[in-house]
T-cell receptor, first 117, second 111 residues
Framework: GAGVSQSPRYKVAKRGQDVALRCDPI?????LFWYQQALGQGPEFLTY????????KSGLPSDRFFAERPEGSVSTLKIQRTQQEDSAVYLC???????????????FGQGTRLTVV | GNSVTQMEGPVTLSEEAFLTINCTYT??????LFWYVQYPGEGLQLLLK?????DKGSNKGFEATYRKETTSFHLEKGSVQVSDSAVYFC??????????FGAGTRLAVHP
């Protein structure tokens, strides 16, 4: 597709359930990012991949959060034993280059809205 | 650490009014600065950017100037349209691999 695609668009999970969120980046994009956006807030960085290597996971809030990009394209963000505070929109972005500054633009998907009940 | 503060919304304007959305930042080094826009039902889109002090980013009639002395990157547009109604996010590059966003400002433009 032409842009970053995320699925599902909406997910309702019962507390304690595991969820998996998928991101299809723009073809050929080296860098992939995951962000968490709470209601009424700006996106907050979770993790960064350069091809299949996860180079930065400093933003993951707990060890219940796990992300992978095994073949350097599609990525999955997994949340184990979901809790109510995990309710948020999870955004994926990709970029052609190795950074988000300078002349490299990050393209965002529409996000997955996760609601934990 | 690095952070971005932008004016709280919502901002409500009539069509053709002048728009300013304030953004200030705290950062070590010399980050790039960005404005992203989120239209209803769509993903974040880059609106404009500036990569060094005194640079002016511009796009679709919007402008913002990278002011190092006041650590600001205010967004302006001379004449807003209904189609500009959206949420606007100021951001900086916090290192090579992450963007740090403000909380967002919702703009509503009425005919």
């Amino acid at each position: 597709g032409a842009g970053v695609s995320q699925s599902p668009r909406y997910k309702v999970a019962k507390r304690g359930q595991d969820v998996a969120l998928r991101c299809d980046p723009i073809s050929g994009h080296v860098s992939l990012f995951w962000y968490q956006q709470a209601l009424g807030q700006g996106p907050e960085f979770l993790t960064y991949f350069q091809n299949e290597a996860q180079l930065d996971k400093s933003g993951l809030p707990s060890d219940r959060f796990f992300a992978e990009r095994p073949e350097g394209s599609v990525s999955t963000l997994k949340i184990q034993r979901t809790q109510q505070e995990d309710s948020a929109v999870y955004l994926c972005a990709s970029s052609l280059g190795l950074s988000v500054g300078g002349n490299t633009e990050a393209f965002f998907g529409q996000g997955t809205r996760l609601t934990v009940v | 650490g690095n952070s971005v503060t932008q004016m709280e919304g919502p901002v409500t304007l009539s069509e053709e009014a002048f728009l300013t959305i304030n953004c200030t930042y705290t950062a070590t080094g010399y980050p790039s600065l960005f404005w992203y826009v989120q239209y209803p039902g769509e993903g974040l889109q880059l609106l404009l950017k500036a990569t060094k002090a005194d640079d002016k980013g511009s796009n679709k009639g919007f402008e913002a100037t990278y002011r190092k002395e006041t650590t600001s990157f205010h967004l302006e547009k001379g004449s807003v349209q209904v189609s500009d109604s959206a949420v606007y996010f100021c951001a900086l590059s916090g290192g090579y691999n992450k963007l740090i966003f403000g909380a967002g400002t919702r703009l509503a433009v009425h005919p």
